[in-house]
């Protein structure tokens, strides 16, 4: 058996989150397992556990099911959890951290209602930060908080900044961890022609436009990733003397 989650914080109030909407797993998310999981070194680490399930009112004074009971309609409620496995009522950083889950992923738009064991919350979601395109987006700004976000990549991260055109073509900007911003990465590519796929935004074959040329990938789940692309010869020479001198006596053959 397997459990997706997503982890995240609202202001650094961080949250493991789990999607539940066929109600399944309520019953399941004992006091044991919500601390094993929020455990910072023995589970994912967080504050609290987010269950989103399925509501149609609130759910004042419920222990661990979706929402029932009385009061304003909401087609979601937040179950959640506090790090030590208790039950609590409500969570302002949790409801704004499931109002962008839904939102991210389309089950809501603008505004929405959200059950919680303490009333029903009303939600407006606004996505701020939002760029005309690729040639306005602040790489250099932008790309190296991703890069060195140590709670997400502790070895630092590349970073792909997608444009999708239409299902056949995206175009791509590039932050490389130590390098900062290339003209082109050939594995950042592939994984942005499988995330655009799993996200249902482009389709088997895509053309991936980047700085310095286009790449072509051909992908379908549970086969090998296909790039394809030109490769090229510019220059050749010799290194000189002064430059070898560097590397230190006796590390070349004479």
Same mark, same amino acid.
């Given at each position: 058996?397997?459990?997706? #989650?997503?982890?995240?914080? +609202?202001?650094?109030?961080? &949250?493991?989150? *789990?999607?539940?909407?066929?109600?399944?797993?309520?019953?399941?998310?004992?006091?044991? &397992?919500?601390?094993?999981?929020?455990?910072?070194?023995?589970?994912?680490?967080?504050?609290?556990? *987010?269950? *989103?399930?399925? +509501?149609?009112?609130?759910?004042?004074?419920?222990?661990?099911?979706?929402?029932?009971?009385?009061?304003?309609?909401?087609?979601? #409620?937040? /179950?959640?959890?506090?790090? /030590?496995?208790?039950?609590?009522?409500?969570?302002?950083?949790?409801?704004?951290?499931?109002?962008?889950?839904?939102? /991210?992923?389309?089950?809501?738009?603008?505004?929405?209602?959200?059950?919680?064991?303490? %009333?029903?919350?009303?939600?407006?979601?606004?996505?701020? %930060?939002?760029?005309?395109?690729?040639?306005?987006?602040?790489?250099?700004?932008?790309? $190296?908080? *991703?890069?060195?976000?140590?709670?997400? &990549?502790?070895?630092?991260?590349?970073? !792909? #900044?997608?444009?999708?055109?239409?299902?056949?073509?995206?175009?791509?900007?590039?932050?490389?961890?130590?390098?900062?911003?290339?003209?082109?990465?050939?594995?950042?590519?592939?994984?942005?022609?499988?995330?655009?796929?799993?996200? +249902?935004?482009?389709?088997?074959?895509?053309?991936?436009?980047?700085?310095?040329?286009?790449?072509?990938?051909?992908?379908? $789940?549970?086969?090998?990733?296909?790039?394809? +692309?030109?490769?090229? !010869?510019?220059?050749?020479?010799?290194?000189?003397? /002064?430059?070898?001198?560097?590397?230190?006596?006796?590390?070349? $053959?004479?």
């Amino acid at each position: 058996m397997t459990l997706e #989650f997503v982890k995240a914080h +609202g202001t650094g109030n961080d &949250f493991v989150v *789990i999607e539940d909407l066929d109600d399944r797993y309520g019953t399941a998310l004992t006091s044991e &397992f919500v601390q094993l999981v929020c455990d910072r070194h023995l589970g994912i680490g967080a504050d609290g556990l *987010i269950r *989103i399930a399925p +509501g149609t009112a609130t759910a004042p004074g419920t222990a661990t099911g979706t929402a029932t009971g009385t009061g304003p309609a909401a087609s979601y #409620f937040m /179950d959640y959890r506090n790090a /030590d496995g208790s039950v609590a009522e409500m969570c302002g950083n949790g409801a704004r951290v499931v109002a962008k889950y839904l939102g /991210d992923r389309g089950y809501v738009t603008g505004a929405c209602a959200l059950a919680t064991r303490a %009333g029903v919350k009303q939600l407006e979601l606004h996505v701020d %930060g939002l760029v005309a395109g690729l040639d306005q987006l602040p790489v250099e700004t932008v790309g $190296p908080r *991703i890069e060195h976000d140590r709670a997400v &990549f502790p070895a630092g991260g590349n970073v !792909e #900044f997608v444009q999708v055109l239409d299902e056949g073509a995206v175009r791509v900007r590039t932050w490389e961890r130590g390098v900062g911003e290339t003209l082109a990465c050939g594995t950042g590519a592939c994984a942005v022609a499988v995330a655009g796929q799993l996200r +249902g935004v482009t389709g088997e074959r895509l053309t991936v436009r980047l700085r310095g040329g286009d790449l072509r990938l051909d992908w379908a $789940p549970g086969r090998t990733v296909r790039m394809t +692309g030109s490769a090229r !010869e510019v220059a050749h020479g010799t290194l000189g003397a /002064d430059l070898l001198a560097r590397l230190g006596e006796g590390s070349l $053959p004479a």
